[in-house]
Structures are given as C-alpha cells and as structure tokens.
C-alpha cells in the first residue's frame, strides 16, 4: 500500500504552496467527494469550502455529469476542431449561445481559463487590426486584477505577492484603480467614485485601447473585493462611446456564482467578448471558452484576399469529453433549477457575514450570491491569523483557503441548509476563536 503523503512530498509541486509549511502539515490526501464533501485516505470528511478552487459548483459526483462523461468516453475523445468540427462541441456552443448575454452569438474554445483569457485578448487586439485600426492595442485592467497565470494573462492582471519575481519578463498592461469596497473612504456614501479613475483613463486613451477587460462584480483573487454591479454598466456605457471592446472575465464569477448565470447578467451589460472557465464542465474537466458578437467573429473573415484568420488555438480546444462534461452541467442547470436553489446558501451566508462583520478584530465583511468574505484588521494579525482560521477550520472539517488577510466562503450552489449551516457554524467558531487568540 502506498504512503501517499511521503511519495506526495517526493514528487508533486503543488500550486499556490509555500514548500515548507505544507512539508510541516499533515495535509489531507483527497481519495474521494460526494456532493459537497470531501473524504481523505484517512476516512476523514472535509466541506468543501471553495468548491475545489471556484469550479465544483454543481457538487462532487453528479451523477448526470459523471454518466454523461463515462458515454462518451466510449463515443469519442477526443476530436480537432481546427478545419473540423464534432457533434458535442457544435451543441455545446449553441446552448452556451443561448444563455450568454444577448450577442455573445460565437464560441472559441480553450484549455483553462488563462488560456482563454490570452485569446480573448488576442481577439480584441487584431479586431481593430481586422479593421485597419493597429495602433488601437492597448489593454486595459484593474489594479488587483488576476486573469490567470500565463505570461499574457499576468500582464493583465499582477498581484506583487504572486508576479514580483517574474516582473521583468512581464508586459504589464495600463491598471484604472480598483473598485475596492473594503477600503473605499466612500463607502458609506457610494456613488461610485472610484469609477472616476477608469473613466479618466478611458478617455486619455480611446484612440490606442484596444479593450479593458474586468472581473464582473467581484475581483477574486485579490481578495474577493465584490463591487456595485453599476460599475460595470457604467463601463460598458463608457467603452460603447469611446470605441473600446468590453471583455468580461466570468470564469470566477460565470455560471450562478454571483447570483444570476453570468455577473454580466446582474448588471444587465453584453460584453464584447466573455471569457468563462472553471465550472463550464461542473469543474470536472478542463475546458474554457471565449464568447465573442458576431461583429467580432465576421472581422476575422477574409476581405478581399487581405488573411484575417485567427491563428491562435490549443490541442484540446473543444475536446469532446470536455463538451460532454459541460452539455451535462448546462442540462443540470436547467433540470435542477441551481439558481433557484443557490439562494439557500446565499441567504444563510449573507446573513451569518453580516453578523461575523461586527467581531471586533474584523475589518470588513461582503456577500454577493455564493460569495461571501471578510477582512481581518491589521491589529488583529491579518493574514496570520487569516491562516489560523483555516488551518483551525481543517482540523475541525472545513477547507477555506484565505487570500491574505482575507477569509471567505464560496461554496457549491447546491449547499443545503443543514450543510451550510455546519459549514457557517464551523466557519465562525474557528474565526471568533482565532481573532480572540491573536487580539489577547
Ligand atoms: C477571474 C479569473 N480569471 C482567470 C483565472 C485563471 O484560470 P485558470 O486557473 O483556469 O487558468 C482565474 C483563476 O482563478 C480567475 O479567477
């Protein structure tokens, strides 16, 4: 029998772990999952705290998900698309058509969300070049932004804790001040101020922007900074009049996280491309996708023997398996009704943020749909006691990752009652209790 824990720490490099700490822990080895659990080789069971990195919003082993997979394993798996097509993946982009914001009528498809961020990017850029405008190849982002971590997507994105070492190799692009509610000095009395900062720089720079490209309502890995829907009507207003693509990055925030199927939706915006990932396939496979206008797709044809071919693609762009696994996830959203259910764990979390809000030693709390995160203050030891919440969280059966000083909760959308109330009330108890250590 193997001792998975010492041939782990022989041969894998884990993402996102600094080496020492986790050679120090007795970290759970994952065997299985069934719905929002998670049972280690020990027997023991962990809530799914972050939905396995933002993506197992449907849960762990659905069974429509998991058979829709296993029949097409034996159909076809895998098939190329450049030059080609394949039934899965021509029904995948016709139901992801129909539920996109209204335009979002073509579908490219990609590996993992930074892969699909990079083409997203791409498409702005050679669009204006499609249209005889090359010096519009500008993009522009937020500060905090994280769109994924391939070099083009760092440059949109850079976190200094995250990117610092690879700052040189970076092509960073021009940042607009973030939407950052925690620490907003109008937070009491938004009219979205903030918004003043992009506008400015909108407006300076029209004629060389090619696109701005934004998280929707809530920039994740900075800290789950959640912010107004109007923001980001407010930005398609704006990039409509200065001539500007809008490319909404909802790989985070895409298929019910922030309360409706896309953030767009919330603030009732189309973009011009939209990028999603992670829970497309249930986040049961790797797949991502870019949904472009038809006005950005027919800028790509041929004009006049002038090549406008979009030469930029992945092996697995639109693997059959892949498009089996998020065929499924689309059909359980409709069949189950996740939007309906999902209020379930989003009242009970927005209640309990507010409450845990007014802990002394808590800077801040926000909750948006299944989201929900709160600041612990600099007095109160911010990120180290933001650690100690979860490592006091894991003994007690709860996987949280915080980011910083931030701790939060994004839960599978079919989180029941009972299971989210566990999961709150092993939530609070680790954070009171470690607030109260680090403050005495
Ligand atoms: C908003 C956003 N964009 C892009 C990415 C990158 O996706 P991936 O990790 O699949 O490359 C992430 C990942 O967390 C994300 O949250």
């Known amino acids: 029998m193997m001792d998975y824990r010492k041939t782990d720490l022989e041969h894998l490099w884990h993402p996102y772990t600094d080496i020492l700490a986790f050679e120090r822990q007795n970290f759970p080895v994952i065997q299985t999952a069934e719905g929002i659990r998670l049972r280690d080789t020990d027997g023991k069971e962990y809530l799914d705290g972050i939905s396995s990195w933002w993506c197992v919003n449907l849960g762990h082993n659905h069974p429509h998900i998991v058979k829709s997979i296993v029949q097409q394993t034996h159909r076809l798996q895998h098939s190329i698309t450049g030059g080609m097509s394949h039934t899965g993946v021509i029904r995948l982009s016709k139901m992801l058509s129909d539920i996109a914001p209204a335009g979002l009528n073509r579908v490219y498809y990609a590996s993992d969300g930074s892969s699909a961020v990079e083409a997203a ?46 700052q040189h190799v970076v092509n960073r692009s021009v940042q607009a001040p973030s939407p950052h509610c925690f620490h907003c000095p109008y937070a009491d009395n938004c009219s979205l101020q903030c918004f003043s900062g992009m506008e400015e720089l909108l407006r300076e720079n029209a004629d060389t922007t090619a696109a701005v490209i934004v998280e929707p309502v809530c920039q994740g890995a900075a800290g789950i900074r959640i912010y107004p829907p109007e923001y980001v009507a407010k930005l398609r207003r704006l990039c409509t009049e200065l001539n500007i693509l809008l490319v909404a990055d909802e790989i985070a925030v895409g298929f019910g996280r ?95 943020f507010v409450e845990f809000g007014g802990i002394p030693g808590v800077h801040r709390s926000t909750a948006l749909g299944c989201m929900s995160a709160l600041e612990i203050s600099e007095q109160a030891g911010s990120a180290d006691t933001a650690a100690a919440v979860a490592a006091n969280a894991l003994k007690m059966g709860l996987f949280i990752r915080p980011l910083g000083p931030v701790v939060y909760l994004w839960p599978p959308l079919v989180t029941g009652k009972s299971d989210m109330e566990e999961m709150l009330g092993i939530f609070g108890h680790c954070l009171k209790h470690s607030l109260k250590d680090a403050m005495c």
């Open 258 to 352: 922030a309360g409706a199927m896309f953030a767009s939706n919330l603030a009732k915006t189309q973009p011009d491309l939209m990028v999603v990932g992670k829970s497309l396939t249930g986040g049961y496979l790797p797949m991502s996708a870019v949904l472009a206008t038809d006005e950005v797709y027919d800028s790509f044809r041929r004009d006049n023997g002038r090549d406008r071919t979009f030469y930029h693609g992945h092996t697995f762009s639109g693997n059959p398996v892949a498009a089996a696994a998020a065929i499924a996830t689309l059909e359980v959203f409709e069949t189950e009704d996740i939007l309906e259910h999902s209020r379930v764990p989003a009242e009970l979390m927005k209640d309990a």
């Open 121 to 166: 990017v791409r498409m702005a850029v050679q669009y204006w070049w499609n249209l005889g405008l090359p010096e519009k190849n500008n993009i522009i982002s937020l500060e905090g932004a994280y769109h994924g971590d391939t070099l083009g997507a760092v440059g949109l994105g850079f976190l200094p804790k995250f990117h610092k070492p690879i």
